[in-house]
Every structure is written in C-alpha cells, then in structure tokens.
C-alpha cells in the first residue's frame, strides 16, 4: 500500500527501517552542537555588549582629570625626591677634612705642631715640628698604632732640622683607607 | 509542466523524493548540522570568547588604574601642603637650579665669621658637568650635577681652619671640600658648590605615588637645620670695630 504512494519506480529500494542506534547519537549530536553554538553565541554576545569596560575608561579619564589638577603639588614631590636622591649622593661621597684634621690633631702631643698641610681626596701630607726628637717619636708611635683604623699607608719622607727655630720638622705622606 | 524556477529544480526534486525517506537523507541532513555548528564555533564562538577574555582583562588593568588614581589624589589631598613647600624650599636651597654666586658668598661669609677666620683673595669659576643618574621608578631624571668652583685663601690657625671646614660643610647651597694647602696658618682651598638644574618630571598616573621615606625626611630635617641667616656685616665692608672679625682682607 505504501508503495504505491511514491510513482516512482527505483531500481535500488531502499528500505525505510527504524533509525538505528549510530543515527540517533549522531541526531543528538547535532541538536546538541546546534543548541551549544546558539546559547554561546548568545552569551557571549550579550557578555561583550553589556562590558563595563566604556563605563571604566569615562570613569578613569574623570579620574585621570581630577589627578592633573593637583599636578604642581605632585611635581614638588617629585622635586624632592629627586634633589633629596642627589643632596645624600653628594653627603655621603664628600671626604670628611675637618674630622681628618681632627683625628689627626688629636694625635699630636704637647711641644708638636703642623707646620703645613696638603690635602686633596684621600691622600694628605703633613709637616710636623717639634723642638723635640721625644716628642716626634711618641707622636709616631700614636700614629703608627691608630693607623689601621683609618690611614692605608703612612710614609715617612723627611725629616729636617731648622736651625733657626731650634726644631724637628717630619714629614709625612698619609694614605687615607 | 511545472515551469522550472532554476535550472536543476526538477533534479533536485528528484533526488529529494527518491531518498527523503532513506538513511542518508537522514545521516546527510545531520552531518551538515554537525559541520556547520563546527564551523560556526571555530569562526564566530571562538573569536567572540577571545574577544571576552580581552575585554575582562582590560576590565581588570581599567579597575587597577582607577584605584591607584584614587589613591594618588587621596595621598595628595592629604598631603601637609606647607610641609611640602617648606621641604622643597630647603631641598633646592641645599641644590639650588642655578647658579646661586649670593648664596655661595653669604656660607663662606658666614662659615668664616663662626670660625673666626679672615678670607684673603677668592676666585670663582664654572666647575665641571657631572652625570648623575636616579632611581626612581615613575620618575626619571637625567638632568646633570653642576658646580661652582672656588678657591679661596683662609687666615687661622689649624683649630680654626678645622671649624672653618666644619661650618662651611653645613651651610647651603652644598659644598665639597676637594682640595686645600695650608702653610704658616693660611691655607688655599678649593670648593665646589653644586647646583643642579630642573629636570623634566614624567609622571605615570597609575603608578602609586608614596611619601618621602623616614631617611629622606630626615635629611632635609638635618639640611633646614643648617639654613644660613644672612651675615649681617657686609664682607666687602672694613670691620668696623676692633672686636669685629674681618672676614675679608
């Protein structure tokens, strides 16, 4: 009865049976990858749409706006800092002079005194005088045993009598550690 | 005849009714399903979920940058206004932008006066460009170390000389002792006094600003300690007591 439905006449009949079970999983796989495309497609689209990302940039450009009217005060921050950085740069790399003379100073004894002194960066040379040879070699040895604390190197290179004022003059190359 | 409405119509029609009930017609329809739901994921889905991803990123980076922005202007607003001006004052007395020859005279005028000592002959000249670099991160300077070279005479004894270097050193504009020759109680020495100009400032909004640290403040509480009152006896006036100490000879 079926048969006579179609007109046309096939040579291949091709059965109409049951859907076998590979058609029905490969039917749901299909619904489903339909249904999965159409629900995120939809998602992410209404995710995209409704970012609250134009909402932040106009939030952070009226924040940006606020921030340079108060530039000047952040600019003399910024100033400090920046000479503050220098100025320490400058008190740390100077070299003491005033507490070399006066380590050195305390190290002479009665009856010594400099005669002259050079200076510059970490080497210095020093004349001292006495009218007597006593007190020059104590003064040596008080410099020879603080040596380590502070002089790299400690020459001796004169030692001189002057007639006219009846002294020892010793002369001295210090390195500074 | 129907009349054909593109060419192959009745082929199609054709093909359709020979097949509509068989199990290719099913499988086909199904597999084309499959495909394009493919494609459209590797095409569209794929890309928009980038997309997404990109934008919560940028959501987030936004979000951060408006908090740090915030707190750059609460941390300014609450700044003590005074305080900052007073600390620039004494920062750019200590390093000035230019050169600053009336400071310069007025801490060696009022070096020599607390140490009791007289300044003879003293000349003046541009020293040399030092590059200093900085560390600062939303910050850059790369403005170089300038200075002013002097050299003067000083009359006085060692002890006096030694607090001469003493004063000089905590006076402003900042001085570095590099040389000095000293004989019979007069001794030649050579300064320099730094300045440095302005640099430019790049600021970074989104970089958290913080306040000076416990060191820094510490050192310009040390540097405004040590601001010269101005001398009053002119140095380039004769003494005009005996009691007076000339400065210049």
């Not at chain 2, 390093?95 to 400071?103: C, R, T, V, W």
């Not at chain 2, 905590?170 to 440095?196: A, G, H």
């Amino acid at each position: 009865m079926n048969n006579s439905i179609n007109l046309l006449d096939y040579k291949n009949k091709v059965a109409v049976t049951p859907s076998s079970r590979k058609q029905k999983l490969l039917r749901r796989i299909a619904v489903g990858l339909l249904f999965a495309s159409a629900a995120f497609s939809v998602v992410f689209f209404m995710l995209i749409t409704f970012s609250p990302l134009p909402d932040l940039e106009k939030s952070r450009k009226r924040a940006s706006d606020n921030l340079a009217s108060l530039d000047k005060d952040i600019a003399k921050l910024s100033l400090i800092n920046e000479r503050t950085d220098n100025i320490k740069q400058i008190l740390d790399n100077r070299t003491k002079y005033d507490e070399i003379l006066s380590n050195f100073q305390s190290m002479l004894p009665a009856g010594t005194a400099v005669e002259s002194v050079q200076m510059k960066e970490k080497h210095f040379s020093v004349v001292v005088s006495s009218k007597s040879l006593l007190a020059l070699d104590t003064f040596l040895k008080q410099i020879t045993d603080e040596s380590t604390k502070e002089y790299a190197k400690i020459r001796m290179t004169e030692l001189s009598t002057d007639l006219n004022n009846n002294t020892f003059n010793l002369t001295l190359n210090i390195d500074m550690l | 005849m129907t009349k054909k409405v593109f060419f192959g119509q009745n082929d199609l029609r054709f093909f359709y009714l020979k097949y509509k009930d068989s199990v290719y017609y099913s499988i086909s329809i199904f597999v084309l399903v499959i495909v394009t739901c493919l494609l459209l994921i590797i095409n569209l889905i794929i890309p928009q979920m980038q997309k997404y991803l990109s934008i919560r990123n940028s959501v987030i980076d936004q979000r951060a940058k408006i908090k740090n922005i915030n707190d750059n202007i609460t941390f300014i607003t609450n700044l003590n206004k005074t305080q900052l001006d007073s600390q620039l004052q004494t920062a750019t007395k200590a390093l000035p932008p230019e050169q600053d020859i009336s400071g310069v005279l007025n801490a060696i005028a009022a070096s020599a006066v607390r140490a009791g000592v007289t300044i003879g002959d003293y000349n003046f000249s541009l020293g040399e460009t030092e590059q200093v670099s900085t560390n600062q991160v939303a910050l850059q300077s790369t403005q170089p170390m300038q200075s002013i070279s002097v050299v003067l005479t000083v009359d006085g004894d060692p002890a006096r000389l030694e607090r001469f270097l003493t004063e000089i050193s905590e006076k402003m504009p900042l001085s570095e002792v590099i040389s000095l020759d000293s004989r019979d109680n007069k001794t030649t020495i050579n300064l320099k006094f730094y300045y440095k100009i302005f640099s430019n400032i790049t600021f970074k909004e989104d970089v958290p600003l913080s306040p000076l640290s416990p060191d820094k403040k510490q050192l310009v509480d040390k540097l405004s300690m040590w601001e010269t009152a101005p001398v009053e006896t002119d140095p380039f006036s004769p003494a005009s007591t005996s009691s007076a100490v000339p400065l210049f000879e």
